[in-house]
């Protein structure tokens, strides 16, 4: 094993460019198979970009390969969420009680051309685009591919295959078809659909609502929200019911509805969407699935990455860093010194998919946090509480939002287990009238923290039994 | 919709042809698609027939038909846990502390041949062998056959097709394969697989070890369970690591090493199995795994039934019974006057499946239980004073295990949240010395029921936020 080996690297996407741009400087051999055009010179969503947020875990991998100063001026910061009741009032709700704890809106599209630029800036690394793999043979490390270009199939070989080509990979498509070892496999979708929308800028290009601010239309059955791009425009998705309640996608189906339904629910923001009716008919309405998988390795030839091995629902803006956060941790465990491809797959598999599992889990409890809770008084005394709490003492005291997105060097899983022990304390000592928002800061700290290691410390013991 | 429509069930396992009973007794036109032989005429597994446990939610279902009198003969009662340790001493470990509760021993084979003929014996029902379903079209109601007899093959329509066509069902590939709507699918491996084994009777036809418990020899690491046969034998389960640990599926490859591992961990069982390394080498090695699914149904055409919609792991002996349950709970809801199949389907998913998916969970809780726990000071205690709630308090207590085996009224997951929650309160004080077994058993009964609703109170709240 020498890194002279020949990596061969499915999907050109935000995990697949870092990827290979990571191995690139490491000295390895990188080929990449993208089956889209090159999105440099193709533009694929005419004019605005789908942008996603982007935060610590995500920007501890760009220091890694070194072009954090190149990704901050595609940064769009929102310090909070902006909350629209259906009255049309707004109210800022920051993301922590500690200033310089943000996330940031960035377009998809910015970044991974960016990392595309530098990855094929290396002599060691190369990308074929229009390149579709169609199956993988994963004993002897032999991938299929079909080119669109002149329509022919061609098979390559490799050393190593990493697949990096997302939710819908064909890699892990090839490991659950071949059943040639047990491969624990999970699809889980919600009943809710999302819409792509968007907030065009005002006449003079500027933002028609603060720019700063993921923006949150609440209404506990579903919920719209919107995050800003560079143009001064907002990308605005709406999550709903495929088929609950009396709105869902499946019945609106005429303007005059679809009209209807924004009027109601969402007056403010169709103010500012005279282009409403026309995108919802024209863009389509995606599912929310959950994908979770095991082992994500064959052997020492092939392995799984990013979206391809652990897919999850957008609602904690976890997507993109957790997929970086992957490429960061495969390359501490190179630096390991194991001595075979195997062992290193075995290692990377081992430490991060504990984490793995729990931002997909996280996520699906931040889509009912974020169409409901936020909008309940309990809800929003403890918001107010940690608020205080991180402003007052912002070294002993962190959220689980904070931990999860700020926290860059603790697991997923670490943070999902204190978080939900700290709320669940939280909760239950307002409910009970335990704590106060009146009482002394410092008494209600200690009283939090202690009863979140008193669950913590009940939950191990059951836990134990358990497993 | 009348109760002359045709309904097609593929598969004449133990769960197929219970429905096909009652469905017969509810006047329905039934066809019945099989793909092994009969296995009234056919002697599958040569000799001793492998057995199963059966409890008090599948005798609510044969009471349903009207067989219990017939079952009885069937059952072999085990009224506890006989633990082997590894010096080759036993004890018995009750599983309730009420006399009238117990588990049963009962032959696959001839309970599936008593259902059979059950259903058989009615005009409007119809079997048909050696007929395997090769696909579904769920939305047209066609079913596609391979005849084995004479290689052809042929489609049949139906009103309704069911799905019991257990773990590896056709009608579920059909919906995974077809992607025509939003298919949640997991199946999920333990890392361990499965091998029968046996204790034959002794030279008087005599039971080798006591007949009426259900004995385990648990290492931690693996176990060795045994249940009897009416026959005088025992069928044997080695529960082992494919591949970790130092004796594990893989690396068993000679004879002298089943032989060193037997000796080593399971002497006394080695003393009942001259035949062990013939049956070791000769018996295939199975997979264990959890299959969950959603939707069951399509429409009002397709539903998924038994281990087709919810294949579990076997360590809570739940898993037929769990099966027959799915036919009572079905039944209830044909009594419920919808107006249509989508609505009966739409109405049993409903009610069916937080059950089903608890049972999935509560099994691989009692694989660690069984293999481990059970011999740890701890346990024991919880389970003493659990014994001596239910022998002086029996209205008052049932543990997680009596909720979930001798509790047919309560639904699997109730059974499943209030018996965590137990066993949360007991352990927990327990550790932290509020509870001994030398307390007032009435005092320390009152705290373990304050404790549990405290902390079903704590969850609850808790888990509203996440909701």
Known sequence: MTNKENIQIIGAGLCGALLALRLGQRGYNVEVFEKRPDLRRVHINAGRSINLAFSNRGIKAMKLVGIQ??????????????????????????????????????????LNALLLDEAEALDNVTFHFNHKCTSVDFEKGISQFYKYQDQTEFAKKADVIIGTDGAGSVLRKSYFLAKKFLFSFSQDYLTYGYKELSILPDNNGDYKVYKNALHIWGRDAFMLIALPNLDGSFTVTLFLSYDEGTYNFNNLTTKARVQEFFNTYFKDALELMPNLVDEFFKNPTSPLGTVKCAPWHYKGKTLLMGDAAHAIVPFYGQGMNASFEDVVEFDKVLDAGHNSWEAIFKAFERMRKKDTDAIADLAIDNFHEMKGHVNKAIFREKRNLEMAFEKQFPNEYASKYA?????????????MLRGRAQDKAI?????????????DLRETLNKVKAETEHILEEDSIAKKMRH
């Open 69 to 110: 100063d190149k990704v901050e001026p595609l940064c769009i910061p929102m310090y909070g969420r902006m909350l629209h009741d259906v009255e049309g009032n707004t109210i800022l709700s920051p993301y922590s009680g500690r200033e310089d704890e943000y996330i940031n809106s960035i377009s998809r599209n910015a």
């Open 403 to 415: 931990l999860v997105t700020f926290n860059e060097d603790m697991g997923y899983c670490e943070a």
């Open 427 to 439: 909760l239950n000592m307002l409910a009970d009238k335990e704590i106060t928002l009146d009482d």
